[in-house]
């Protein structure tokens, strides 16, 4: 299993200089919380940006290297904006792989729980399922992409009705 950091909200830090919240180019939050689990997982930094701030060379550099990797489970740190297009692009691309995008509405740095939460989830679903997809993990719930979406009005995501 391969975990990817690409940035997002789960990632962003204060900063005391300008006052924003920014997503550092570190894998702090998420080193962080697997530093409460016996099992050593792979981790990658490798797009630092916000969701938003995505791109088509960012979401092709993201299934290049879940190519060229000798996994075959990926779970994808990704903002959740743009989430959804990541996951769609990637299972245009990969049919024999297990891809779990999470994320969080809040920063690691500010609620903890959330994010420790949604990867903890992801790394259970990517253990405990045998079936190949594109998933998102988020608020609670796993499913294939196409089945969750994210409510902006509610701050949640849910199931597509």
């Known amino acids: 299993m391969l975990i990817l950091n690409s940035g ?30 016996e099992f050593k997982y792979d981790l990658a930094g490798i797009v630092y940006k916000d969701s938003l701030e995505m791109n088509i060379d960012d979401r092709k550099m993201l299934a290049s290297i879940i190519m060229e990797s000798k996994d075959d489970i990926f779970i994808i740190i990704h903002g959740t904006d ?42 259970g679903f990517a253990k405990a399922t045998l079936e190949n997809g594109v998933y998102i993990c988020m608020s609670g719930m796993i499913e294939p992409y196409e089945k969750i979406i994210k409510n902006t009005n509610l701050g949640i995501f849910e199931l597509v009705k």
Request: a negative charge; proline letters at 3%; zero cysteines.
């Open 8 to 37: 997002g909200t789960f990632n962003k830090r204060y900063n005391l200089f300008n006052g924003e919240l920014e997503v550092p180019f570190d894998n702090h939050a998420i080193e962080r919380i697997l530093q409460s689990v």
């Open 82 to 123: 743009t989430m959804s297009i990541s996951a769609e692009f990637l299972s245009e691309i990969f049919k024999d792989r297990k891809i779990i995008l999470t994320g969080a509405m809040k920063p690691f740095e500010i609620d903890k729980i959330e994010s420790s939460l949604n990867l903890g989830l992801a790394i």
